[in-house]
Nanobody
């Protein structure tokens, strides 16, 4: 069992920045690939960024590439999502997810554990 707790969401103006964090309660954090998903009202949950077990391979969705950066600290059992140049269309609930195994996946169905989500609202 892995418990994930997100933090760092909030309200920000367009063009601003936020940093999301996710703390994982597990003794085997490096056994998991990690990802950030988001879900806007009326839309499906979508992959934002993913990172493999060691942190040396990352993926970012086209809509956030160059603006968002995912990272992890295996010593602290945490991952982060640095979000810059935020746009109103980035408004969503952001979820941290863990997938057992070293490689990240693109589908939400590949992920075994989920956090409760944190709201990010970008005003225009």
């Amino acid at each position: 069992q892995v418990q994930l707790v997100e933090s760092g969401g909030g309200l920000v103006q367009a063009g601003g920045s936020l940093r999301l964090s996710c703390a994982a309660a597990t003794g085997t954090f490096s056994s998991y690939a990690m990802a950030w998903f988001r879900q806007a009202p009326g839309k499906e949950r979508e992959l934002v960024a993913a990172i493999n077990w060691s942190g040396n391979t990352t993926y970012s969705a086209g809509s956030v590439k160059g603006r968002f950066t995912i990272s992890r600290d295996n010593a602290k059992n945490t991952i982060s999502l640095q979000m810059n140049s935020l746009k109103p269309e980035d408004t969503a609930v952001y979820y941290c997810a863990a997938k057992f195994g070293r490689l990240a996946g693109a589908s939400l169905f590949q992920y075994d554990y989920w956090g409760q989500g944190t709201q990010v609202t970008v005003s225009s």
